[in-house]
Every structure is written in C-alpha cells, then in structure tokens.
C-alpha cells in the first residue's frame, strides 16, 4: 500500500508541463476514475484529485513549478517561502486521499496485491462475444438492453404483468396502437391495483366474461373514470325506468355509454323524444335496440333525419316508424342511403310505405338489389303488389341466400341466375 501512495506521489511531484494524468481503479464491474490533472508552467490551474460523496477532497495549484496545497476544510494556504513544507503536506494530503479513496469504495487492496489479475479479467471481459450463447438461458432478459420507447406495446408483453393479463382477456392491443395516448396511458397502469376493481364493476353489472376483451378492446379509457361516477350513471338509468336486461344490453353493445356523463345522456334521449315525437317507452326501446345511435355524433343524425325527410319524401310519422323499426338507418353513409332509395322507390317502384313496411331493404347492399330485381324481370316476375297474383315480398330482395331465392321466389335453377350474372 505505501508503494502505491508513493507512486503516486511522484507522478504529482515530477508531472512536466501539459502533462495529463489520469488513475483508472477497477473492481470487476465497478470503475473509478480519477479526475485529469493538468499542469502548465505558464498559468494556474485547479483540478480536484477525487471526489466522493460531492465532497471535494484535495485542491492542488501549480504555477511556474511551485506547488501549493489548499486543504479544502480548512481553507489553509501554504505559501511558496514554505517549499519543503508545502512538499510535505501534498504528500500527506494525497496519501490521506487515497486512504479515503480506498475507505469510501472498500476496495480490498493489499500490500503484495497483483494487478496484472485484474488486468488479465478486463481484458476477457473486453474480448467477450455478445454473440455467444448464454450458459443459462434464463439471463437472456437480464442481457437485453433496456426497454425505448416504441409505437405499439408488443416490445412490452413479455415483461408486463398488466399486458400478459389483458391478452387473457381477450383485449386486441392493435387497437389501441392506433389511438393516441392509450399505450403510455396503460402501461403506467397495475392489472390488480388498478384494473380489477373495474372488471368486477362491469361483472357485475351483466357484461359476459367472454365479452370483457372486446369491451375493453373498444372503451380503455374506462379505467381513467371514477367508480362513484359510473356507478351514478347506471343509478340513472334505473331512475328512468329502464330494466336490468335493457341496462345489461346498453352497457354491453355501447362500451362508450359510460364514458357520457348523466347530463348528456339526458340530454342526448330528451332530442330523440323531441324530434321523432316518441314516448318514455319508445325512447327505452330505442336506446336498448340500438345503443350507439344515443351516442352518435348529432350531427350525422340530424344529416340523415333531413335526407329521409326532405330528400326521400317520408313524413314524420314515417320516419318515426323507420327510427324504431330499424335504427341503423341513421347510422349508415348519407351517399349509399340515398342510393338504395332511388333504386328501391325509382327503379323497382316500392312506395314510401312499402319501404316502411320492409325497411330493411334499405340496408342491403344497392347491387344485390339491382341485380335480382333484374332478373325477376327478365323472367317476368317483378311484382309487388301485394293485392295481385304471383306477389314478390320486397324483403325476398334483400333476405334469403342465392339458393333459397332461385328455388322460392324465381322458380328457376341456380344455374340459370349464375348464367344471368354472368351476363351484367
């Protein structure tokens, strides 16, 4: 150990002028390196031999060849008539510096100590392969960096408990890529601390355990509400009379009905009940048999309620019927709407209540209409009036398969419509 503190010493004592001293200490691991130490004869420099703890130990000045030592604790200055004391103190100074190097980092040096070991381990540790299988395979993800920041949360399923639980349920993590803020939201969160208690709360007001996934897939921000908050929101639905079977049937078709406060909900069955002129009644069996159209945007509903009332034609007592009969027709694109309407009522010549009467007609797809009204022609059997022979249903457009069509409604083979598609 002396011979260290006086190797040492003389690197400091001898150090020419733009000379760089730099002491590398390894312990397996662990590296300490000691700060740089400059020292020129033509100006004054300052460099703190070591630090630990943020505590500056030993402050050395050079200028033009003539040391002097300041104890940092105790602010002394050894001037340059005192040389040989000043000699003296820096040596003293600098060993009790490396005895505190040595106290605060515990390093197991000894007298007859053999560096070239320590050197001979770095080495191997340097010329290590990354490449090279590991003995065990079980450090393979203590070996892999850390985890960066991504753009989807598959980097994170093999190490998050929350992810791993989510993927059990049943819940699309693709979807939630494509939504803004949603990952970084649910990583921070726990599957148990925070999670479950929301789980138990939908369980418990009639979501199926095998629905829990695609409901989550759908509505993760759920887990941003306050329990007390959804729970007034089914209290509300209580008080407006609807049923546990209906309130099951909202919650679990409309994940996104419980992220609307109470207030907007009223507001929301309050413009249904004004507009269409329904009842209590009316307005509960809309929001059960189609629950998304309460949430909806209002202003494609009230695009689409014009449509159907100035530029089809339909009254409001006919479009009320629509409305409760089939809702999904003011979900469905203003454009495509429109366009099974003229083929519907222009070209096949359904009037406004026969298409009331089988509204469905106006949620099939415009071609298959087309298509088979056609060939009904052709064979002659384009007929729907119902108060004349060999009547058509309209739904028979839209309803059954091509088999059942060919064999019930054209009295032909299948063949022959195949043929006839061929034709178009």
Same mark, same amino acid.
């Given at each position: 150990?002396?011979?260290?503190r006086?190797?040492?010493?003389?690197?400091?004592i001898?150090a020419r002028?733009?000379?760089?001293?730099?002491?590398?200490v390894?312990?397996?691991?662990?590296m300490?390196?000691?700060?740089?130490l400059?020292?020129?004869?033509?100006?004054?420099?300052?460099s703190n031999?070591?630090?630990?703890?943020n505590?500056?130990?030993q402050?050395?000045?050079v200028?033009?060849?003539?040391?002097?030592?300041?104890?940092t604790s105790?602010?002394?200055?050894i001037?340059?008539?005192?040389?040989s004391?000043?000699?003296?103190?820096?040596?003293e100074? %600098?060993?009790d510096s490396?005895a505190l190097?040595?106290?605060e980092?515990s390093?197991p040096v000894?007298?007859?100590?053999?560096?070239?070991?320590?050197?001979?381990?770095?080495k191997s540790q340097?010329?290590?392969?990354v490449?090279?299988?590991?003995?065990?395979?079980s450090?393979i993800d203590?070996?892999?960096?850390e985890?960066?920041?991504?753009?989807?949360?598959a @980097?994170y399923?093999n190490r998050?408990?929350t992810?791993q639980?989510?993927?059990?349920?049943g819940?699309d993590?693709s979807?939630?890529?494509?939504?803004?803020?949603i990952?970084?939201?649910i990583?921070k969160?726990d599957?148990?601390?925070?999670?479950?208690?929301y789980?138990?709360f939908?369980?418990d007001?009639?979501?199926e355990?095998?629905?829990l996934?695609?409901?989550?897939? %759908?509505?993760? +921000?759920i887990f941003?509400?306050? *329990?007390?908050?959804l729970q007034?929101?089914l209290d509300y639905l209580h008080s407006?009379n609807f049923?546990p079977?209906q309130?099951?049937r909202i919650i679990?078709?409309?994940p996104?009905?419980?992220?609307f406060?109470t207030?907007r909900i009223?507001n929301r069955?309050g413009y249904?009940?004004r507009t269409f002129h +329904?009842?209590g009644?009316? %307005?509960?069996?809309? @929001?059960?048999k189609?629950?998304?159209l309460i949430?909806?945007n209002?202003?494609?509903?009230k695009?689409?309620s014009f449509?159907?009332?100035e530029e089809?034609?339909f009254?409001?007592?006919?479009m009320?019927?629509?409305?409760?009969?089939?809702?999904?027709?003011w979900?469905a694109?203003g454009?495509?709407l429109?366009r099974?309407?003229?083929?519907a009522?222009?070209?096949?010549g359904?009037s406004?209540?026969q298409? %009331?009467?089988?509204?469905q007609i106006l949620?099939?797809?415009?071609f298959?209409?087309?298509?088979?009204h056609?060939?009904?022609k052709?064979i002659?059997?384009?007929q729907y009036?119902? *108060?004349?022979?060999?009547?058509?249903s309209?739904s028979?457009?839209?309803?059954s398969?091509?088999?059942?069509?060919?064999?019930?409604?054209?009295k032909?083979s299948v063949?022959?419509?195949?043929d006839?598609l061929?034709?178009?």
């Amino acid at each position: 150990m002396n011979s260290i503190r006086t190797k040492l010493f003389d690197l400091l004592i001898s150090a020419r002028p733009l000379l760089q001293f730099t002491l590398n200490v390894r312990k397996r691991n662990l590296m300490f390196t000691w700060h740089s130490l400059a020292l020129n004869t033509d100006g004054s420099f300052r460099s703190n031999v070591w630090k630990g703890n943020n505590l500056p130990i030993q402050n050395i000045y050079v200028t033009s060849h003539r040391y002097y030592s300041k104890n940092t604790s105790h602010g002394s200055l050894i001037t340059p008539e005192t040389s040989s004391a000043s000699e003296l103190t820096m040596k003293e100074n %600098v060993c009790d510096s490396v005895a505190l190097l040595e106290e605060e980092c515990s390093f197991p040096v000894s007298e007859n100590e053999d560096w070239s070991s320590e050197m001979k381990w770095i080495k191997s540790q340097e010329s290590k392969d990354v490449l090279s299988p590991p003995k065990d395979l079980s450090e393979i993800d203590n070996l892999s960096p850390e985890l960066r920041p991504t753009f989807n949360l598959a @980097a994170y399923a093999n190490r998050s408990h929350t992810l791993q639980q989510l993927i059990k349920l049943g819940v699309d993590l693709s979807n939630w890529d494509k939504r803004k803020h949603i990952n970084s939201f649910i990583l921070k969160l726990d599957f148990e601390r925070d999670m479950k208690k929301y789980l138990m709360f939908l369980h418990d007001v009639g979501v199926e355990a095998d629905d829990l996934g695609k409901w989550l897939t %759908v509505n993760p +921000l759920i887990f941003k509400e306050n *329990l007390e908050n959804l729970q007034v929101r089914l209290d509300y639905l209580h008080s407006m009379n609807f049923s546990p079977d209906q309130i099951t049937r909202i919650i679990s078709k409309n994940p996104n009905w419980l992220l609307f406060s109470t207030v907007r909900i009223d507001n929301r069955l309050g413009y249904f009940q004004r507009t269409f002129h +329904l009842t209590g009644a009316e %307005v509960r069996l809309l @929001a059960t048999k189609q629950p998304k159209l309460i949430t909806m945007n209002l202003f494609s509903i009230k695009r689409t309620s014009f449509a159907i009332e100035e530029e089809m034609g339909f009254s409001p007592s006919e479009m009320k019927s629509l409305l409760l009969s089939q809702p999904k027709i003011w979900r469905a694109n203003g454009v495509s709407l429109l366009r099974r309407f003229e083929i519907a009522h222009n070209q096949i010549g359904l009037s406004h209540s026969q298409i %009331v009467q089988f509204p469905q007609i106006l949620m099939s797809r415009d071609f298959r209409i087309k298509q088979r009204h056609d060939y009904l022609k052709l064979i002659g059997r384009d007929q729907y009036d119902p *108060l004349k022979p060999n009547y058509v249903s309209p739904s028979a457009l839209v309803s059954s398969d091509d088999v059942e069509f060919c064999t019930t409604i054209a009295k032909t083979s299948v063949q022959n419509f195949n043929d006839f598609l061929k034709t178009r």
